[in-house]
């Protein structure tokens, strides 16, 4: 597992105060409320930085940084990375899981056949999508949902599916 999770992405900056503008990459976008400091990763690295202010702006957050005064200083974080420390983070609750954790998990079905490895998760805004690439390269996108996703063995490195009628 990874020491530092990311939840979100600067993609510009905001107003005239130096606040930037975040997508977040989390559930729960509230939990930007209860952060006290993130660390903005980029090329150069990764820096600490106090956060000031959190607001909320059509499906984006909105923060505000302790020594980032003006747009320009904002600007300089543009396409830069939110991370925060794994260990700082509240329990999750049962069967559910960090993205990158499951990244690289062997994804068999309910009959034992081998799909191939979960490459990606992305979500449509109905459900998440997990995209699973076999050993040819090809790719199967199989919904996150109760009837296809059967179970999640963290420990085992393993997801069972049930592939439904008109799946692949």
Do not use: C
């Amino acid at each position: 597992m990874t020491k530092y999770l990311e939840i979100g992405q600067i993609v510009n900056t905001f107003g005239i105060k130096g606040m930037v503008k975040v997508k977040p990459f989390t559930d729960d976008i509230k939990r930007f409320d209860k952060l006290e400091k993130v660390y903005v990763e980029n090329k150069e690295g990764k820096k600490e930085y106090q956060i000031e202010e959190v607001k909320y702006h059509k499906n984006m957050v909105l923060i505000k940084f302790k020594g980032i005064e003006n747009p320009e200083e904002a600007n300089l974080l543009r396409e830069s990375y939110l991370v925060v420390d794994r260990d700082t983070q509240e329990p999750l609750e049962e069967g559910t899981y960090y993205i990158v954790d499951m990244i690289g998990l062997e994804v068999y079905t309910d009959e034992g056949e081998n799909l191939g490895i979960l490459e990606d998760i992305f979500n449509t805004g109905s459900n998440d999508i997990y995209v699973v690439k076999n050993e040819l390269g090809k790719q199967i996108l199989l919904p996150a949902i109760k009837d296809v996703i059967k179970k999640v063995d963290m420990e085992n490195k393993k997801v069972t599916v049930h592939l439904i009628p008109g799946l692949i």
